[in-house]
T-cell receptor
Framework: DSGVTQTPKHLITATGQRVTLRCSPR?????VYWYQQSLDQGLQFLIQ???????AKENILERFSAQQFPDLHSELNLSSLELGDSALYFCASSVGSGDLYEQYFGPGTRLTVT | GNSVTQMEGPVTLSEEAFLTINCTYT??????LFWYVQYPGEGLQLLLK?????DKGSNKGFEATYRKETTSFHLEKGSVQVSDSAVYFCALSPYNTDKLIFGTGTRLQVFP
């Protein structure tokens, strides 16, 4: 158990809908990362927050947004869902910012868009 | 740009066999290199890392050496166990960033 929790574990929804994925980082970790794992694109970085502020962003569609709240949990919002958004979404957290800090991954949320 | 290429799987081995999973990278500057492991139904776990050329990362009998001249970071283990069956991801973190760029993953299956 990495100490990173993600809810829900599974999500099945229809095209055009909107969903929210939630991540609680390990206690004391200030950085949160979101990654998407799909058959087409593999495992790719989406966005990073550090202590409530966006630090880096890549590969993230305009239909997707994220935020990190004052209690450091993070949410990834996916809207106008398409079949291609079906994937496993991982959250990771680290104590600080920088590659010296290990990223701890949660178990993921599996999103299925039908 | 930055990218990671690793060998296609699955890699199928008998217990106690020697393991090599090849990984090469393309990067600007001096990236850090990582191997992550993903067991069924779980998130990724850091297996080992190396932050500069010629560094050797090691953990649980696995080793990998950062080779700048060949831009490689091959994963090796002298004697695999059934419990090592998992998907292994090679990754890099570009210089001065936190994001991880992953290879496609290599599934390892170890049979008794």
């Amino acid at each position: 158990d990495s100490g990173v929790t993600q809810t829900p574990k599974h999500l099945i929804t229809a095209t055009g809908q909107r969903v929210t994925l939630r991540c609680s980082p390990r206690s004391g970790d200030l950085s949160v990362y979101w990654y998407q794992q799909s058959l087409d694109q593999g495992l790719q970085f989406l966005i990073q927050y550090y202590n409530g502020e966006e630090r880096a962003k890549e590969n993230i569609l305009e239909r997707f947004s994220a935020q990190q709240f004052p209690d450091l949990h993070s949410e990834l919002n996916l809207s106008s869902l398409e079949l291609g958004d079906s994937a496993l979404y991982f959250c990771a957290s680290s104590v600080g910012s920088g590659d010296l800090y290990e990223q701890y991954f949660g178990p993921g949320t599996r999103l299925t868009v039908t | 740009g930055n990218s990671v290429t690793q060998m296609e799987g699955p890699v199928t081995l008998s217990e106690e066999a020697f393991l090599t999973i090849n990984c090469t990278y393309t990067a600007t500057g001096y990236p850090s290199l990582f191997w992550y492991v993903q067991y069924p139904g779980e998130g990724l776990q850091l297996l080992l890392k190396a932050t500069k050329a010629d560094d050797k990362g090691s953990n649980k009998g696995f080793e990998a050496t950062y080779r700048k001249e060949t831009t490689s970071f091959h994963l090796e283990k002298g004697s695999v166990q059934v419990s090592d069956s998992a998907v292994y991801f090679c990754a890099l973190s570009p210089y001065n960033t936190d994001k991880l760029i992953f290879g496609t993953g290599t599934r390892l299956q170890v049979f008794p």
